[in-house]
């Protein structure tokens, strides 16, 4: 499957921004979502994750509350609703796809996207 995400940019610090990514070449509905991030000199962390019928979700400690994920199976992609954003959220931001699990392991996603730059100013 390959994924395309897209929706970054640049936004002030109390901002929101909406992030898709979507999916072409498998069937979306078989596969669990996830949202990563990569900041200059950090490791890939995650941030969301879905199921693959979009019936639970589980977020990153740091963004609880201010982030939401959701999935449209019919139109094959998934999405982050950020609200809130910090400059420490800053970063480059993979979707991810999983037919194992959706959980907060990155090794456990077979599929990524190219990544999107969200950067959050002060």
């Known amino acids: 499957v390959q994924l395309q995400a897209s929706g970054g940019g640049l936004v002030q610090a109390g901002g929101s921004l909406r992030l898709s990514c979507a999916a072409s070449?498998?069937?979306?509905?078989?596969?669990?979502m996830g949202w990563f991030r990569q900041a200059p000199g950090k490791e890939r962390e995650f941030v969301a994750a879905?199921?693959?019928?979009?019936?639970?979700?589980r977020f990153a400690g740091s963004v609880k509350g201010r982030f939401t994920i959701s999935r449209d199976n019919a139109k094959n992609t998934v999405y982050l609703q950020m609200n809130g954003l910090k400059p420490e959220d800053t970063a480059v931001y993979y979707c991810?796809?999983?037919?194992?699990?959706?959980?907060?392991?990155?090794?456990?996603?077979?599929?990524w996207g190219q990544g999107t730059q969200v950067t959050v100013s002060s």
């Open positions: 070449g498998g069937t979306f509905s078989s596969y669990s």
């Open positions: 879905i199921n693959y019928s979009g019936s639970s979700t």
């Open positions: 991810a796809a999983s037919l194992r699990d959706w959980g907060t392991n990155p090794n456990n996603y077979d599929y």
